[in-house]
């Protein structure tokens, strides 16, 4: 029986006998099932507005021994979900000034950046590289936070690979699966899912597996939803005290995997030189960007004056008279 439903039987078999402020309280659980689980009882008592004795006894009249086993319940199954709350909640009980809570987060990502490295698969890491390098077309999905990670993903591989697509744009989850509707054997889906799991990361690299295509996988170990779908799985350890994951440690996984991509690349050299020379007028101060206008003020000694700036209609005029006059004493 899941948590929601056995909370749901305890008040409906309970209901009867409720006082009115009991019966207030249990209309509220049963409308806000998540949120009361994330409440101390101080919060509940005070988003109801009852005593926090109140709020005890009430636990009671359902059969528990008090508020902490009631939310026990409560939370039941709201685990995973919950523990970036509780995390916070923690670390917000602790005094720290501005500068601590920096070096702990610095110090998490450094922690978490170790244990990913020694946790590396070399077998695994070798089969992503050429799994991706010999894909006829890369899809990268992600939604929620790992939807921008996916897009730094295709921007690394860009480079090195036939085609890179993101489907994690602003048409959703439906539209990312028209785009892997044309998925074929040759392609390549990889996947960007960490707690908390969006379901629609899983849903469509179970919609890729059963249609036969080939899911690379970068979460977060091998209890993830998404690593038994996985022909490949990359771990990144990324724990966070006041988030529920480290964007970092995948960042620098996800830099990894581009690197290695870059690596194993046939004449990376070649494609990096022609893809720099070809970005050479949107690239500021080169002489690519100067002749295709793009080229910012050039100070003191520039074109454009002593100052940089651009000469009024005025001052051209004058000039234009000066140079007739010169021209007729010569």
Known sequence: MTQGHSISDRIARSLPTLTPAHRRMAEYVLANLFRAATMRI??????????????NRFARALGFDGYPQFRTELVRGFEATLAPVERLRSELERPATVAEVFAAS????????????R????QACERAVAAILGAQRVYVA???ASGFLAGLLQHGLEMHCRMVTSVAGAGGASHAARQLFKLQPSDLLIVI??????TDSIELAQRVKAHGGRVLALTDGPTSPLAPLADIALYAQAANRLSANSDATVLALIEALCGAVAHRAEQPVKAAAEMTEFLLPWLYGTPGAERAGRAGPTGPTGPTGPTGAQPTEDQAAGTTRRRASN???S
Do not use: W
Request: charged fraction near 25%.
């Open 42 to 55: 101080d919060e509940f008592a005070a988003a109801v507005e009852v005593s926090v004795a109140t709020a």
């Open 106 to 117: 610095l110090e998490d990502a450094a922690a978490n950046a170790e244990a990913t490295r």
């Open 119 to 122: 946790g590396i698969d070399a």
């Open 142 to 144: 992600g939604f929620g």
């Open 193 to 198: 899912a960490f707690p908390r799991y969006v």
């Open 327 to 329: 021209l007729k004493k």
